[in-house]
Nanobody, 112 residues
Framework: QVHVVESGGGLVQAGGSLRLSCAVP????????VDWYRQPPGKERELVAS???????DYAESVKDRFTISSGSAKNTWYLQMNSLKPEDTAIYYC??????WGQGTQVTVSS
């Protein structure tokens, strides 16, 4: 069974940075389309960033110029670099490779 594994979340002060990682261990096919989503407390899940074919990227307005999505050098690994974090970035962050199931997510908490 395929599992999506997110990591790298934690508690950080406003203005700080975190780098989230995503991997799909043991999945042999290369994945070309990956989204990062987040779900703030009590709110709906929202799309944060997307990467297509390893280089074409797109961002939600709320994170543009602060977050960077990228592909790792290892097959089927991706990152979300988050800078200048704000308390409103507090959420569970999920990596969603196309056609694969949701993972458990990783909690990001930004204190003011």
């Amino acid at each position: 069974q395929v599992h999506v594994v997110e990591s790298g979340g934690g508690l950080v002060q406003a203005g700080g940075s975190l780098r989230l990682s995503c991997a799909v261990p043991g999945f042999s096919s290369r994945i070309y389309y990956v989204d990062w989503y987040r779900q703030p407390p009590g709110k709906e899940r929202e799309l944060v960033a997307s990467i297509i074919n390893g280089d074409r990227t797109d961002y939600a307005e709320s994170v543009k110029d602060r977050f960077t999505i990228s592909s790792g050098s290892a097959k089927n690994t991706w990152y979300l670099q988050m800078n200048s974090l704000k308390p409103e970035d507090t959420a569970i962050y999920y990596c969603k490779p196309t056609r694969l199931p949701w993972g458990q997510g990783t909690q990001v908490t930004v204190s003011s």
